[in-house]
């Protein structure tokens, strides 16, 4: 399968040219315009390649069909298959003036980057590099991030469309193409119509080493806690003034420091994790994440969390405050073991791009968790990229054309086996 990689290489550096970072702070959606002219040349650049049915939304999604090429004898049922990636940048590093570099033939050592001689690729800190001796390696000048995630996923994406539409000999069902906006800022699928987009399962091409399929994200909630203090004039405070900012910092204190927090948990551990404060003596709100891979453990720690609010509580006496829990998303795990093929023959498919699979788990969350809980089973498939939201944003080229190769052999499979699950049901 020869992939054209200098076209990959081209529109990926294109997109990632592009500043379309996106903000928490914003109240419309997308939640930056700037996000709509990538948007825009996606909707472009499908046109040009020969796809009659592409559209955007009022909110920022594309959206295309190529059509299916199997014959009306096809001896399998094939479902419409998704691939969705998503046009923003993180907002904790900038993506304005990217400048991609390739350094060629890696051979090893550490990759300084010239535009800040402190960012640099250091095989000690960062061993995946290790693992791609030979291969070219993409970076940015190390004043910006890259934008792999998920520029990159875009430009496998659209780079596999095109191989497909070049080889019709090629047998496929019908494919669904998404790019969708604000997923790093969590509302990725906000206005995201699944009917509409027509695909019965999806793949998130969103990760990252080589070879990973990610089908396991945490279960995640946001915890608000109000914190109500009574303000009086300081100079005449003595028995009277209940500082909530006294109370807060009480509070965050009484968790524990050695586990239940991101920078102590590893693999399927969750934490709680106080993630934002503001407010003044009379009132203080503090925002937490709180992370476990099921329900329950969720529940387990946000037991936790109210019970050192009401010891605070006991201790502060005069103080109120609420207690307030927002789902976020949920594990697709709960969703996608009921479609156990749609992860089988992507890892199917990584097997026939030359590579063994890996299945692995997200300490975070896709569209694709979100997504499969509004009916669309969808797991997520690598890039190839490494260090996302940082500087020191590297992908090699080599698992960019992996990446292609599996998307084609995910609807390779699906033409050849088709949906067990429709089939058992007739």
Same mark, same amino acid.
């Given at each position: 399968?020869?992939?054209?990689?200098?076209?990959?290489?081209?529109?990926?550096?294109?997109?990632?040219?592009?500043?379309?970072?996106?903000?928490?702070?914003?109240?419309?959606?997308?939640?930056?315009?700037?996000?709509?002219?990538?948007?825009?040349?996606?909707?472009?650049?499908?046109?040009?390649?020969?796809?009659?049915?592409?559209?955007?939304?009022?909110?920022?999604?594309?959206?295309?069909?190529?059509?299916?090429?199997?014959?009306?004898?096809?001896?399998?049922?094939?479902?419409?298959?998704?691939?969705?990636?998503?046009?923003?940048?993180?907002?904790?590093?900038?993506?304005?003036?990217?400048?991609?570099?390739?350094?060629?033939?890696?051979?090893?050592?550490?990759?300084?980057?010239?535009?800040?001689?402190?960012?640099?690729?250091?095989?000690?800190?960062?061993?995946?590099?290790?693992?791609?001796?030979?291969?070219?390696?993409?970076?940015?000048?190390?004043?910006?991030?890259?934008?792999?995630?998920?520029?990159?996923?875009?430009?496998?994406?659209?780079?596999? =469309?095109?191989?497909?539409?070049?080889?019709? @000999?090629? %047998?496929?069902?019908?494919?669904?193409? /998404?790019? +969708?906006? $604000?997923? #790093? =800022?969590?509302?990725?699928?906000?206005?995201? @119509?699944? %009917?509409?987009?027509?695909?019965?399962? /999806?793949? +998130?091409? $969103?990760? #990252?080493?080589?070879?990973?399929?990610?089908?396991?994200?945490?279960?995640?909630?946001?915890?608000?806690?109000?914190?109500?203090?009574?303000?009086?004039?300081?100079?005449?405070?003595?028995?009277?003034?209940?500082?909530?900012?006294?109370?807060?910092?009480?509070?965050?204190?009484?968790?524990?420091?050695?586990?239940?927090?991101?920078?102590?948990?590893?693999?399927?551990?969750?934490?709680?994790?106080?993630?934002?404060?503001?407010?003044?003596?009379?009132?203080?709100?503090?925002?937490?994440?709180?992370?476990?891979?099921?329900?329950?453990?969720?529940?387990?720690?946000?037991?936790?969390?109210?019970?050192?609010?009401?010891?605070?509580?006991?201790?502060?006496?005069?103080?109120?405050?609420?207690?307030?829990?927002?789902?976020?998303?949920?594990?697709?795990?709960?969703?996608?073991?009921?479609?156990?093929?749609?992860?089988?023959?992507?890892?199917?498919?990584?097997?026939?791009?030359?590579?063994?699979?890996?299945?692995?788990?997200?300490?975070?969350?896709?569209?694709?968790?979100?997504?499969?809980?509004?009916?669309?089973?969808?797991?997520?498939?690598?890039?190839?990229?490494?260090?996302?939201?940082?500087?020191?944003?590297?992908?090699?080229?080599?698992?960019?054309?992996?990446?292609?190769?599996?998307?084609?052999?995910?609807?390779?499979?699906?033409?050849?086996?088709?949906?067990?699950?429709?089939?058992?049901?007739?």
């Amino acid at each position: 399968m020869k992939i054209d990689t200098e076209k990959l290489i081209n529109r990926f550096k294109n997109y990632v040219k592009i500043d379309t970072q996106s903000s928490e702070d914003s109240p419309s959606y997308p939640s930056t315009e700037k996000q709509l002219e990538l948007s825009r040349l996606l909707l472009k650049e499908l046109k040009e390649l020969g796809i009659k049915n592409v559209k955007q939304t009022k909110h920022g999604y594309v959206f295309a069909t190529i059509p299916s090429n199997l014959p009306e004898d096809h001896p399998v049922s094939v479902p419409a298959i998704g691939f969705i990636a998503h046009v923003d940048t993180s907002p904790d590093v900038s993506g304005k003036d990217v400048n991609p570099i390739i350094h060629k033939n890696y051979q090893g050592g550490e990759i300084i980057l010239p535009g800040d001689n402190s960012q640099k690729i250091d095989p000690k800190n960062d061993p995946a590099i290790e693992d791609c001796i030979g291969h070219d390696i993409i970076t940015s000048d190390g004043t910006t991030l890259l934008g792999a995630d998920n520029k990159a996923g875009i430009a496998e994406i659209i780079t596999a =469309v095109e191989f497909l539409l070049d080889n019709p @000999d090629l %047998k496929h069902g019908e494919i669904q193409i /998404a790019f +969708t906006v $604000d997923e #790093e =800022v969590g509302t990725g699928t906000k206005y995201f @119509d699944v %009917k509409q987009f027509g695909a019965r399962y /999806a793949y +998130t091409i $969103d990760g #990252e080493t080589a070879g990973e399929l990610e089908d396991e994200t945490f279960c995640a909630d946001t915890v608000t806690i109000t914190i109500k203090g009574i303000n009086i004039h300081p100079g005449y405070a003595k028995n009277k003034l209940v500082n909530s900012i006294k109370i807060a910092s009480y509070l965050i204190d009484q968790l524990p420091s050695d586990k239940l927090s991101p920078e102590t948990t590893e693999k399927r551990e969750g934490y709680i994790h106080p993630n934002s404060i503001e407010g003044g003596t009379e009132v203080t709100k503090i925002k937490f994440l709180i992370r476990d891979f099921t329900v329950e453990g969720l529940k387990e720690k946000e037991n936790i969390l109210e019970s050192i609010m009401e010891n605070a509580l006991e201790r502060y006496k005069g103080a109120e405050a609420d207690f307030k829990v927002d789902e976020s998303y949920r594990n697709m795990k709960y969703i996608l073991d009921k479609y156990p093929h749609v992860v089988d023959y992507a890892m199917e498919a990584i097997r026939r791009s030359g590579m063994e699979p890996v299945r692995n788990l997200i300490r975070g969350g896709t569209d694709g968790a979100r997504l499969s809980f509004q009916g669309l089973p969808t797991p997520n498939i690598f890039t190839g990229g490494h260090n996302f939201h940082s500087k020191r944003e590297w992908i090699s080229v080599q698992d960019m054309e992996k990446a292609v190769q599996t998307i084609i052999n995910i609807c390779k499979v699906w033409a050849e086996k088709g949906d067990v699950n429709e089939a058992q049901t007739k």
